[in-house]
């Protein structure tokens, strides 16, 4: 069955995302068109407002609608732990445990060259900027452990170990379970992980 223009159109779109396969994607496209044109209505509003207000943190890389996001902007944090993650879905996740009181780092990605993906891809010179700063005493690497993740963060491990020989680099205990993504770990064991962290 062939779909008017702006229903496949939609459908595309949907399908570009990840996980949305082609026939998800149409499942949604009509729903919205069909039965919740006000759902449709909204969204595009929501959208709108993200595609205009929503940007990267300068310090960390985290999501804000200020310059400065509000977690580097809060003073009772510690300034002298950074804790890198991969994304802001980890970050999120990290702080819904309300455990974790330092800073944090939002590389972007990971290091995936099947995907062509780069060093020079990812929020990385952002934070040797950071560590340049003697405040910066231990560097926590909470990336997913699975390829991509340790091979970024073997990356991480021997630049910082190179350029910056009074930060102690330190990593999320193996209490997560390979494969697995920091985004649907429970809370308890992101706890117990970097409670449990080892030097790297």
Do not use: W
């Not at 006000?38 to 990267?56: E, F, P, R, Y």
């Amino acid at each position: 069955m062939a779909f008017p223009n702006e229903i496949q159109e939609l459908s595309n779109l949907f399908s570009r995302l990840p996980n949305v396969g082609p026939k998800l994607s149409n499942r949604i496209s009509l729903y919205l068109s069909i039965n919740a044109k006000d759902l449709a209505k909204k969204m595009s509003v929501a959208l709108n407002d993200v595609v205009n207000n929503i940007k990267t943190c300068k310090v960390c890389g985290n999501v804000t609608n200020e310059e400065i996001c509000y977690i580097c902007s809060d003073d009772s944090r510690e300034k002298f732990l950074i804790l890198i993650l991969e994304d802001a879905l980890d970050l999120a996740n990290l702080e819904s445990t309300r455990e974790y009181k330092g800073l944090y780092h939002i590389l972007g990605g990971v290091i995936s060259p099947i995907n062509g993906i780069g060093p020079e891809d990812l929020n990385i010179n952002k934070l040797f900027e950071r560590l340049e700063d003697d405040t910066v005493k231990e560097v926590i690497l909470g990336l997913n452990p699975n390829v991509e993740g340790d091979a970024t963060s073997l990356y991480l491990k021997s630049q910082i170990e190179r350029l910056y020989k009074n930060v102690r680099i330190s990593k999320l205990a193996k209490g997560i379970p390979a494969g697995s993504d920091l985004e649907f770990i429970s809370g308890q064991t992101i706890i117990d992980s970097i409670k449990s962290r080892v030097t790297f």
